[in-house]
């Protein structure tokens, strides 16, 4: 090689390196936003001759578990199976990998990356992930410190919102028939009721429940009159309340859980109950003992009064006292026998059966008393329930949309068959009911499934609230955009491509549908 081959070689610069970055957010710090760690992973890509090639994106995502992780474990699959083309993994620092509870879970994932001759760098961090010891011993005292964090923050929270139920403040849930949510700022000063699926704006703002309308009210106190008194059962009131035409405040005719809940809630006397059950750092969710329970009575202003309360736990728990255990467990296992499966909305729902708190009580927890007659859910089957319910809301919703097309001044036809709607003769739409399941990883997900027979101009999808109790918000989603997409899975946040059709009301479509009269020019 002569001089110039050998200058022309030594200033020839090396290719970049191939690299994937990964990033994630849950709910912290802005400076974890990913815009922040891929400006910061970009930075540090330049300096060190890396080219990304490819982004893996969880957002909204706690990094106490790999479930619900969607991007990491598809970076995983991608790892192990050899379908990557890349040579190194850039990640902001240890805490965007993740907060693992178990320090090693955090290492086997980098582990399997390092085993296919995939470097992980962490770019914000102060060492070099080289293998060297101290770069080992550092590593690994910041995984512990990620997890010890969650844990930290963990019982912080729980400590706070414990505080706040104390102080008479309620955390989270519905309000129930007859109360209502009540926003007040921090000097307990009233604001505004909040309705189904609002929530509040200010950090410093409360929730309160207080007294309903005095209908509801009179009609609460009846139930309790019918039930102490009268001695009805919870299945005789809700026929009753059905015959008058008496919803819940769902809107929805009642049962016997529905009422045996009203029976059976402290809140109707003021009381604010909380930590009935456990699901922290995403572990399983357990029910709590009463002695776990934090409470606040005297929280709120009570709108049935504490005798006929106790007196009908009184009717309640002798009710249940007749049984020995045997005869319990017998009859949960004829129930088992009829139905297939076992929750507590199947029991509470059978007139001769002891209530879901029954078993509870009497063997520790519902999944105890399964255990004793030899039920072991492989999977929780409460949706069915859920998804009957969601089947009978949906022609109310419709109807609803219907009357409020023509209140904007539309016309609109729907087709008995497919329930498309066909709105002046211009455009159809369709509307979906989403139901809200939590993942093993305690994020909530909402699965929309589209009709590619029908392929409707625009697609309505009403995500339901955590609690499948009410509407929580809405997607307008084109079926240009969105069509040749059989399933959708939508997370509560999903990016501008579809959040930019997130709605909290349908006052944009009832815009669509509005027929505005044209001046006719001279």
């Known amino acids: 090689m002569n001089l110039s081959e050998t200058v022309t070689a030594e200033a020839s610069p090396r290719p970049p390196v191939r690299a994937a970055q990964y990033v994630r957010m849950s709910t912290e710090h802005q400076k974890y936003s990913t815009e922040n760690q891929a400006e910061i992973i970009a930075q540090y890509a330049a300096r060190r001759g890396f080219e990304i090639v490819k982004t893996y994106e969880d957002s909204g995502k706690s990094g106490l578990r790999l479930d619900g992780r969607l991007s990491l474990q598809q970076l995983i699959a991608d790892v192990r199976g050899g379908q990557t083309d890349f040579k190194a993994i850039l ?11 178990d320090a090693d879970e955090s290492a086997y994932y980098e582990f399997i990356c390092r085993e296919a ?43 706070g919102q414990c505080r706040l139920i104390r102080l008479g403040f309620r955390q989270g849930g519905a309000a129930g028939f007859g109360l209502r949510r009540y926003l007040v700022d921090e000097h307990r000063q009233p604001k505004a009721v909040l309705n189904h699926g609002e929530q509040k704006s200010l950090q410093t703002d409360r929730v309160v429940l207080r007294p309903g309308p005095p209908e509801e009210i009179e009609v609460v106190r009846r139930l309790y009159r019918m039930f102490v008194v009268q001695r009805r059962t919870e299945t005789e009131i809700a026929a009753a309340l059905n015959d008058e035409g008496i919803l819940t405040d769902l809107g929805r005719p009642w049962t016997r859980g529905t009422v045996h809940q009203v029976l059976t809630n402290e809140k109707y006397i003021g009381n604010n109950v909380y930590n009935r059950a456990s699901f922290k750092l995403k572990a399983k969710r357990v029910v709590n003992t009463p002695d776990m329970w934090v409470r606040g009575d005297g929280a709120f202003e009570a709108i049935v009064e504490r005798d006929f309360f106790e007196a009908a736990q009184r009717i309640i728990q002798e009710r249940s006292r007749r049984f020995t255990d045997e005869e319990l467990l017998g009859r949960l296992s004829a129930l088992l026998v009829e139905k297939g499966w076992l929750s507590g909305l199947v029991i509470d729902e059978v007139e001769d059966m002891p209530s879901s708190s029954t078993f509870r009580h009497r063997f520790g927890s519902l999944v105890r008393a399964y255990q004793l007659v030899g039920y072991a859910p492989s999977r929780d089957y409460r949706y069915i329930e859920t998804n009957r319910t969601l089947r009978t809301l949906h022609p109310d919703v419709v109807a609803q949309v219907i009357a409020d097309i023509g209140a904007a001044g539309g016309t609109v036809r729907r087709d008995p068959v497919t329930d498309l709607l066909h709105i002046n003769d211009e455009f159809t739409a369709s509307l979906v009911i989403s139901r809200c399941h939590i993942s093993p990883a305690g994020g909530l997900r909402w699965k929309v499934r589209f009709d590619s027979g029908l392929r409707p101009s625009i697609t309505i999808v009403a995500r339901m609230q955590e609690d499948n109790a009410a509407i929580h918000d809405y997607y307008l989603l084109p079926w240009l955009d969105v069509g040749t997409t059989p399933n959708l899975r939508l997370a509560p946040e999903n990016g501008i491509l579809l959040d930019a059709y997130r709605f909290d009301t349908l006052e944009a479509f009832f815009d669509l549908t509005r027929r505005v009269p044209l001046k006719v020019a001279a």
Do not use: H, P
Not at 118 to 127: D, G, T
Not at 131 to 148: P, V
């Open 91 to 101: 990640v902001y620092d240890v805490s965007r990998w993740g907060r693992f509870q």
């Open 117 to 159: 001759g995939i470097a992980v760098q962490y770019c914000a961090e102060q060492f070099e992930n080289d293998g060297s010891l101290s770069a080992t011993i550092i590593k690994s005292m910041k995984r512990a410190m990620a997890g010890e964090y969650s844990r930290e923050l963990s019982v912080k929270v729980f400590t």
